[in-house]
């Protein structure tokens, strides 16, 4: 395992979000427009350039998830 930690623990969300992105089959930008957020915030989650985000439940209830799944707490 390299890395620290927290470089996995954000590349989790990424996955996640990118993960429900491709299930409903939205872009990043359809994301950014429904919970009123930049475009480059949602990228910036996505990428693992930002660990973590005070909108992070907004994000989760759009995509119909949990904000606990999305950071890998369940």
């Known amino acids: 395992a390299n890395g620290r930690p927290l470089d996995r623990l954000a590349m989790g969300i990424g996955e996640r979000i990118a993960e429900r992105l491709e299930e409903l089959r939205w872009s990043q930008a359809e994301l950014a427009r429904r919970v009123d ?34 950071s890998g707490e369940t």
């Open 37 to 70: 957020l930049r475009q480059s915030t949602i990228n910036a989650l996505i990428n693992g350039q930002s660990r973590s985000s005070a909108h992070l439940h907004r994000i989760a209830r759009e995509l119909g998830t949990t904000a606990e799944y999305l």
